[in-house]
């Protein structure tokens, strides 16, 4: 069945490093792909999307692209900030989300 | 921006008592969801609710397991019998229009913590 890997955390950065979290996805076809947010003491938000291969979601300075050859996602943002701690979930959708186990992100002043 | 109410917060219980838990989707939404997280691992689809019946459910959504949109506001998701392994973060959800299928938004609530014990 269709699943999603993501790597485990926590990450801790400083402000303004690079951030890249991986995520890597199983599915039979081309399944659309998303990111989630969690803030602390929030619900899960839509960060980003992607629908078809190639494409490119963004928001809020983040970035991910979708990759069929390596059925990978992956989570970019160049310059993040303490405000963008939080736990990110990358998911793939068919009649309902599959999630991945979520990468708790902590960045540090 | 609207959002979804869960309540409560956090729930202690008793294995084998039965337990209620209750969301408040967005109002003009049609599509309710839940989910559910245990602690450490991922979110798991439980069960997708339009139209005032099920349209998906998880091998995990058995007969333990029910929904319910009581008055046309709120969206409630109940466990008969509780076990221990029933423990987890219960994520709300609702979209306005369609489901993950058709890559529809969906909005969650921040989630009840339910401890069976």
């Known amino acids: 069945g269709d699943s999603v890997t993501q790597m485990e955390g926590p990450v801790t950065l400083s402000e303004e490093a690079f951030l890249t979290i991986n995520c890597t996805y199983t599915?039979?076809?081309?399944?659309?792909l998303f990111w989630y947010v969690q803030y602390p003491g929030e619900g899960l938000q839509l960060l980003l999307k992607a629908t078809k291969a190639d494409d490119k979601g963004s928001n809020k300075g983040f970035e991910a692209t979708y990759r069929k050859e390596t059925t990978s996602f992956h989570l970019e943002k160049g310059s993040v900030q303490v405000s963008d701690s939080a736990v990110y979930f990358c998911a793939l959708s068919r009649r309902a989300l599959t999630f991945g186990s979520g990468t708790r992100l902590q960045v540090q002043p | 921006e609207p959002e979804v109410t869960q309540t409560p917060s956090h729930q202690v219980t008793q294995m084998g008592q039965e337990v209620i838990l209750r969301c408040v989707p967005i109002s003009n939404h049609l599509y309710f969801y839940w989910y559910r997280q245990i602690l450490g691992q991922k979110v798991e689809f439980l069960v997708s609710f339009y139209n005032n019946e099920i349209s998906e459910k998880s091998e995990i959504f058995d007969d333990q397991f029910s929904v319910e949109r009581p008055d046309g506001s709120n969206f409630t998701l109940k466990i008969r019998s509780t076990k221990l392994e029933d423990s987890a973060m219960y994520f709300c959800?609702?979209?306005?229009?369609?489901?993950?299928?058709?890559?529809?938004?969906?909005?969650f609530g921040s989630g009840t913590q339910l401890s069976v014990l």
């Open positions: 959800a609702s979209s306005e229009r369609g489901s993950p299928a058709t890559n529809e938004k969906l909005f």
């Open positions: 599915a039979t076809g081309y399944p659309s």
